[in-house]
C-alpha cells in the first residue's frame, strides 16, 4: 500500500479525526440498529488508537437526511452500541460520548475535552448539505476539532465528501484506518499482481452497471465468469431468445464487444450453459431446467443457473489462485432460486489455497447466509467504492490520503 496507515504516526495525547462508516441499518422509527457488521469492522481501528492513548473523535453519516436534521437518521443508538462492543473488547467500561452536532461550539468544547482513551461520536455529517456538497468551509470546521485525520471508511472512499476529501486539505497527515489499509491491500494485489489462475464471478441483475468491472477484468483475469441477470443480455448477444428474463436491449452491444475481447485476449469467458427458468417471477413459480443453447419459452424467464453451470463454475473456482466475486448468480432472496448463489459460495470458501475476495452487498449476504463467511480471505465493506476500485478508477477519499 502506497499510502501512510494508522500504523505509521505517533497518536499519543493527540486528538483524531476517524472518518468511519457507521451507515447500518435500523428499524423504521431509527431507535434499534438491526445490523451491527459495519461497527464491528472498524472496531481494530479504534482499539488501535486506544491502545496508543488518542483522543478518539468519530465521524460517519447515516442515511440521507438530505442537509436536514433528522431525528430518524441520528447516530445517538450507534454511540450506545458501540460503548457494548468495546466494553466486550477490551473487557474495559468505554463509555462513547455523544456530539448533538458534527460541528459548532457543542462539538469544538467535547472534542477539546477529551483525555486520551475516550471516544466521541459527532452526529451525522449529512445533517449538513456542506458534507456532500464537500463545501471548504464546512471540511475546515471539521478538522478543526482535531489534530490528525484518519480514514477508515472504504465504503465512502468513492465519494468526493468533506469528511473523506476536503478535510484533508485542512489536517495532516491523512491516514488509513486498519479497514481501509486492509482494502486498498487485497484489492490493489488482486488488481495489480494477482496470483494465476485468476478468477472473477461477476453476476447481478444488469450489466449497465458493472460493464466497465467485465472490461477492466479482461486485462487481468485467466476465467470470466458471468451469472445473475446480466447473463441474459450476453445470451442475447449469441443471438439466443430469453423468454421474459431480464435483458438491457440496449446492451446487447456491450456484451458482444465483451465476448470479443475475451477472445481476442484469450480470457475464458464463462457463460451459464443451463438456467433454471420460471413461469412467474414469484418464490413458488413452475420451474424448468433449460439448455441455454436453446431458444428460451417465451412465456418463462430465467431466475437461477442450473447445475451443470454450477459444476463448470466449481471446477474452475476449484483451480484458482485469486477469486474476487461480485453479485449474485440468481433471484437468491426466493429460496428456491438461491441454490446458485449458494453454490459458488461453498465452491469459493471451499478452495482454502486461493485468496478469496467478496464486495457487494448480495454476494456479501449469501455468504453470510450460508455461514462460510470465516473461510473467505476478505469480505469487502464497500459495495459501491469495491466495484470503482474493480473497474480501475481513483477513489477520491484513498487519493486524499498522504503518501508513504
Known sequence: MSKLSIRDIDLTNKRVFIRVDFNVPLTEDGSTITDDTRIVATLPTIQYALQHKAKIILASHLGRPKGKVNPKYSLRPVAARL????????????????APDCIGEEAASLANQ???????????????AEEEANDPAFSKALASLAELYVNDAFGSAHRAHASTEGITHFLTPAVAGLLMEKEITYLGKALESPEKPFVAIIGGSKISGKIDVI??????????????????????ALGVTTGKSLVEEDKIE?????????????????????N??????TPDAKTQTWDCSVN??????GLDIGPKSIAA????????????????????????????????????????????????GDSVSAINKTGLADQITHISTGGGASLEFLEGKKLPGVEALTNK
Open 114 to 128: 477529551l483525555q486520551a482513551g475516550q471516544v466521541l461520536l459527532l452526529e451525522n455529517l449529512r445533517y449538513h
Open 296 to 301: 428460451f419459452p417465451a412465456d418463462w424467464q
Open 313 to 360: 463454475i466449481e471446477a474452475v473456482v476449484a483451480t484458482a489462485k485469486t477469486i474476487v466475486w461480485n453479485g449474485p448468480a440468481g433471484v437468491f432472496e426466493f429460496p428456491r432460486f438461491a441454490i446458485g448463489t449458494n453454490a459458488i459460495a461453498k465452491a469459493v470458501a471451499a478452495n482454502k489455497g486461493a485468496i478469496s475476495i467478496i464486495g457487494g
Open 215 to 236: 472490461d477492466n477484468l479482461l486485462d487481468k483475469v485467466d476465467t470470466l465468469v458471468i451469472v445473475g441477470g446480466m447473463a441474459y443480455t450476453f445470451q442475447r
Open 254 to 274: 456491450m456484451a458482444k464487444a465483451a465476448l470479443d475481447k475475451a477472445k481476442a485476449k484469450g480470457v475464458n469467458l464463462l457463460l451459464p450453459v443451463d
Open 83 to 98: 460503548s457494548e462492543l468495546l466494553a466486550k473488547a477490551t473487557g474495559q467500561a468505554i463509555s462513547v460520548a455523544f
Open 276 to 281: 433454471i427458468l420460471a413461469d412467474s417471477f
